[in-house]
């Protein structure tokens, strides 16, 4: 299904619902992400998400290390030789802090940290959705992408499937978690916990089209200030995903936040699979009834 | 290689690529071994076997008919075996069967094994019970028609992911995998067929062979930095004593005309040569999608390719 700017993609309508409210999203605007981790304590708290215990990764700040079955937010952390620059002209006009932060930590060298509060995409053409054979997961009326865990029968088969690397298995239950886009609180009116507790409003949550207004104008005022790296991810209906619901605004390549440069929805080539596994065997029924030939009866 | 940065050692030293401490971009497959490729070779296994089965029935040859019969009833019950125990809630096993759905090859897989199983049980039965002949026989010939179906779809299954190895190889891995199913069941074959009888099975495991090695060879060349986990570790071993293992079973069944024992030989070589080759596949998959470069290099490129 091809989806353009003009007519935008409708998941939920195209899921069964006739009446259905706005799709809702996340932005993720990472230039103001502190790394505070507020949004993935809030996450495990609403939630009720186990703890994983406490590991080092001995690679970075990062001790979540990625998303998975007990991790629905995780703020990444990038360390680069790489000048900082002034992303935000817009907030804290009357305070530099880069200057300050600068002053205070300098060691002579250009040294900058990224930091991105990670999600489920929620993506327009969702491959988890699509290959999970119970029907487990179901797409909200929001738009979003939800697991039944009374139906999960801990198959695994959507966790391969996520070109995103999102949805894992939980190891007491078998079963495949992941985020929900807060689809208890969203029926309330109230937003997802992540946004709810972001101090810096890095993460934001409302009617995706909007969102991606919004986002579309913070690009050109960090590119206006000089931040020529600033580019929306998820953001293009055009993508191989049909596009996130859950989409960045990233200071670096995707791939340098663990993110793929050009996901595609894996379902994207299985009507070109299913014909050759229906060539594959006729191919098999041929071949064996051909090595029969000449050989006789009795 | 600012993403390479803190202090873990890049997985990759030598291609130019960025990624976050060098971790994996997908959740690895949490598919069990040996429950997974157990069962990719034991349903190859069973729904050729099927084929061949009907082959000897058709050809009145019921001494090696049966064992085939039997042999992919075995198979099949051993792999819903497999299946059941890699399921992390296997009472929910039925929830599979609640909807149908083309979009998921494992939803599909479920509905073939739950067409074929029941009648390579009957055609089994029948055939050693030497009841109900007529019904053996329409279940022998379903049998057959199903069979091609299962030792096929689990290609599918393993390229609908996002697993770089397989998903990139889906033109391929189907003629691989009918080919490696048609490579054991030929060997089953020619572990129960009589000298005079061993002429089809011998046939099909030259068949299965060359196809199998067809596709694998193309499948190499189309895919290129992706095919890397397929030559090289535990895969690349797998596969190439797969190859191997293929080849000494067809000059054994070529050169057994007069020797039981070097038939037997073929055949035992014939069915390890199948295993080897589903679990090369499996670990190369798994192998590329713990690998961030199998996944980020390949879509690098291909932005390249489309920008102007």
């Known amino acids: 299904m091809r989806t353009t700017r003009a007519q935008p993609a409708d998941p939920a309508g195209d899921s069964g619902y006739p009446d259905h409210p706005p799709r809702m999203g996340f932005f993720t605007d990472t230039s103001v992400c502190i790394g505070c981790k507020a949004c993935e304590v809030a996450c495990k708290e609403w939630n009720a998400i186990p703890a994983e215990g406490l590991d080092l990764t001995g690679m970075s700040y990062d001790n979540t290390g990625g998303l998975g079955a007990n991790t629905w937010r995780h703020v990444a952390f990038i360390e680069q030789n790489k000048p900082v620059t002034r992303p935000d002209p817009g907030l804290h006009q009357d305070q530099d802090v880069f200057t300050m932060a600068e002053r205070g930590t300098s060691t002579g060298e250009d040294f900058r940290w990224l930091m991105s509060s990670d999600v489920c995409k929620h993506c327009t053409h969702a491959a988890c959705l699509d290959v999970c054979p119970t029907g487990s997961l179901f797409r909200t009326e929001f738009g979003a992408v939800v697991v039944q865990e009374d139906i999960c029968n801990g198959c695994g088969y959507c966790i391969p499937a996520c070109p995103y690397g999102v949805i894992d298995q939980r190891k007491e239950d078998g079963r495949a978690w992941k985020c929900t886009l807060c689809y208890d609180r969203l029926g309330d009116g109230l937003e997802p916990a992540c946004a709810k507790a972001c101090p810096t409003d890095s993460i934001q949550f409302g009617p995706l089209e909007e969102l991606r207004e919004r986002a579309g104008r913070r690009v050109e005022e960090l590119h206006e200030a000089g931040v020529a790296d600033a580019r929306l991810y998820g953001a293009d209906p055009d993508d191989g995903v049909g596009g996130d619901g859950a989409f960045f605004l990233l200071l670096d390549e995707p791939e340098v936040y663990g993110l793929p440069p050009d996901p595609v929805v894996t379902t994207r080539d299985l009507p070109r699979m299913w014909r050759h596994v229906a060539g594959a065997a006729a191919a098999l029924l041929a071949g064996t009834a051909a090595a029969f030939l000449g050989t006789g009866r009795g | ?308």
């Open chain 2, 1 to 308: 290689m600012a993403g390479r940065r803190g202090g873990e050692q890049p997985v990759v030293p030598d291609t130019e690529f960025t990624s976050y401490y060098g971790t994996p971009v997908l959740n690895p497959p949490v598919w069990k071994t040996p429950d997974i490729p157990g069962y990719l070779f034991l349903g190859g296994l069973a729904g050729a076997s099927s084929v061949l089965a009907a082959g000897y029935h058709r050809a009145g040859r019921h001494g090696v008919a049966t064992v085939a019969k039997t042999g992919a009833l075995g198979a099949v019950t051993l792999s819903v075996g497999a299946l059941v125990h890699d399921l992390g809630r296997p009472e929910r096993f039925l929830n599979m069967l609640r909807v149908f759905k083309p979009s998921s090859p494992m939803n599909i897989g479920s509905w073939i094994l739950t067409g074929y199983g029941p009648l390579a049980g009957v055609s089994a039965l029948s055939a050693v019970s030497g009841k109900l002949p007529r019904i053996g026989a329409a279940a022998t010939a379903g049998a057959a028609l199903t069979g091609p179906a299962l030792a096929a779809y689990t290609a599918a299954l393993l390229s609908d992911t996002a697993v770089p190895a397989w998903h990139e190889g889906h033109r391929e891995l189907p003629y691989l995998f009918v080919g490696s199913g048609a490579v054991a069941a030929a060997g089953l074959g020619l572990l129960a067929a009589p000298a005079r009888a061993v002429a089809p099975a011998r046939n099909l495991a030259v068949a299965g062979t060359a196809l199998e090695l067809a596709a694998f060879r193309r499948m190499e060349r189309r895919l290129g930095m992706v095919a890397e986990p397929y030559r090289g570790g535990g895969a690349g071993r797998l596969v190439r004593a797969g190859d191997a293992l293929s080849v000494a079973g067809v000059a054994c069944a070529a050169l057994g005309r007069r020797s039981r024992l070097l038939r037997g030989l073929g055949g035992a070589a014939l069915l390890a040569a199948s295993a080897c080759t589903k679990w090369g596949v499996f670990k190369a998959g798994q192998a590329s999608a713990a690998d961030p470069k199998y996944t980020v290099i390949p879509q690098r490129q291909r932005i390249r390719a489309e920008e102007p």
